[in-house]
Nanobody, 121 residues
Framework: QVQPVESGGGVVQAWGSLRLSCAAS????????MGWFRQAPGKEREFVAS????????DYADSVKGRFTISRDNAKNTVYLQMNSLKPPDTAVYYC??????????????WGQGTQVTVSS
C-alpha cells in the first residue's frame, strides 16, 4: 500500500503555473503506477493524469492534455504534476494515488489530504 502526501498547491492567476509533488511511501522495490486526481467543489473526483512504471507511458485527461505534465523521481519515490496555462476550471483539491492505468481509476486504500489549487480569473 502507498500512503501519499501531496504538496505544492496554492493560489495562482489564470495562465500561471504550479508544480505539485506527491511523496508516496511504499515498497521502495516496487515501481507503482501513479495517478493524479482532482475534486472541485460540488463535483465528483476526476482523473487528471497517470504515469506507468518508471515513466515510459503517461496518460492525461482531455481537459489537461497539452498543459499538464506528469513525471516521477523513482529514487525519491515522488510523483510530480507540472501544471501550466492554468484555468479557473482547474480549481480543485488535487490528490495522488496508485492507479489502474487502463481504466484511470484509483486503487490504493489510502488517500492523502490533497493539495488545494485555486486559479483566479
Amino acid at each position: 500500500q502507498v500512503q501519499p502526501v501531496e504538496s505544492g498547491g496554492g493560489v495562482v492567476q489564470a495562465w500561471g503555473s504550479l508544480r505539485l509533488s506527491c511523496a508516496a511511501s511504499g515498497r521502495t522495490s516496487v515501481i507503482y503506477n501513479m495517478g493524479w486526481f482532482r475534486q472541485a467543489p460540488g463535483k465528483e473526483r476526476e482523473f487528471v493524469a497517470s504515469i506507468i512504471g518508471t515513466g515510459i507511458r503517461t496518460d492525461y485527461a482531455d481537459s489537461v492534455k497539452g498543459r499538464f505534465t506528469i513525471s516521477r523521481d523513482n529514487a525519491k519515490n515522488t510523483v510530480y504534476l507540472q501544471m501550466n496555462s492554468l484555468k479557473p476550471p482547474d480549481t480543485a483539491v488535487y490528490y495522488c494515488n496508485t492507479v489502474h492505468f487502463a481504466t484511470r481509476t484509483p486503487v490504493g486504500d489510502y488517500w492523502g489530504q490533497g493539495t488545494q489549487v485555486t486559479v483566479s480569473s
